[in-house]
T-cell receptor, first 114, second 115 residues
Framework: AQKITQTQPGMFVQEKEAVTLDCTYD???????LFWYKQPSSGEMIFLIY??????QNATEGRYSLNFQKARKSANLVISASQLGDSAMYFC???????????FGAGTRLTVKP | ETGVTQSPTHLIKTRGQQVTLRCSSQ?????VSWYQQALGQGPQFIFQ???????GRGNFPPRFSGLQFPNYSSELNVNALELDDSALYLC??????????????FGPGTRLLVL
């Protein structure tokens, strides 16, 4: 069964600095996709970035990049130049190729300090 | 382009009652997934609907049921409510069902409180 682990319940970062949010996963399926979502206090999950298991390069979307280390089964999210509006819960999620069940980690609460 | 909408935003019910939550998918999306997010936890997959048929289900009892309509909007029904059903219910729509790169776009959620 697929499992997602986010070991950092909370993280603090100074405005304009970079921060890395950790995510490890467990699957026996060679084909899978990894996602990161941001959830502000309003509750809506906002899609940030996607990485496929066969992608050769790390995904990037603006200030977001995904540090994908397949052998270690980790998919860490890097946010560069943090902004106050980045303060939110961040969730790592995974879906296997033949499974419609997208599994989420427990999340990391990021607080950006001015 | 209209995003995913959900109604109602908040709901209070008592144990044993039934509830219906509604979701309108993003324009052009034919797949809807429902998730339950308990306080302090990540979302848990309830089920997915694709072209009006259930297309996968998580570890939830049969009292959680759903529907998808021809316009791809969807309902989540929960019978015999229990206190543990108190949670944020999230609906997500996507352009296609399945596939590794299927990105799901979420609505704002419905906060259900069962007393």
């Amino acid at each position: 069964a697929q499992k997602i682990t986010q070991t950092q319940p909370g993280m603090f970062v100074q405005e304009k600095e970079a921060v890395t949010l950790d995510c490890t996963y467990d699957t026996s399926d060679p084909s899978y996709g990894l996602f990161w979502y941001k959830q502000p206090s309003s509750g809506e999950m906002i899609f940030l970035i996607y990485q496929g298991s066969y992608d050769q390069q790390n995904a990037t979307e603006g200030r977001y990049s995904l540090n994908f280390q397949k052998a270690r089964k980790s998919a860490n999210l890097v946010i560069s130049a943090s902004q106050l509006g980045d303060s939110a819960m961040y969730f790592c999620a995974m879906r296997e190729y033949n499974n419609n069940d997208m599994r989420f980690g427990a999340g990391t609460r990021l607080t950006v300090k001015p | 382009e209209t995003g995913v909408t959900q109604s109602p935003t908040h709901l209070i019910k008592t144990r044993g009652q039934q509830v219906t939550l509604r979701c309108s998918s993003q324009s052009g999306h034919n797949t809807v997934s429902w998730y339950q997010q308990a306080l302090g936890q990540g979302p848990q997959f309830i089920f997915q609907y694709y072209r009006e048929e259930e297309n996968g289900r998580g570890n939830f009892p049969p009292r959680f049921s759903g529907l998808q309509f021809p316009n791809y909007s969807s309902e989540l029904n929960v019978n015999a409510l229990e206190l543990d059903d108190s949670a944020l219910y999230l609906c997500a729509s996507s352009l296609v069902a399945g596939g590794l790169g299927e990105t799901q776009y979420f609505g704002p959620g419905t906060r259900l409180l069962v007393l």
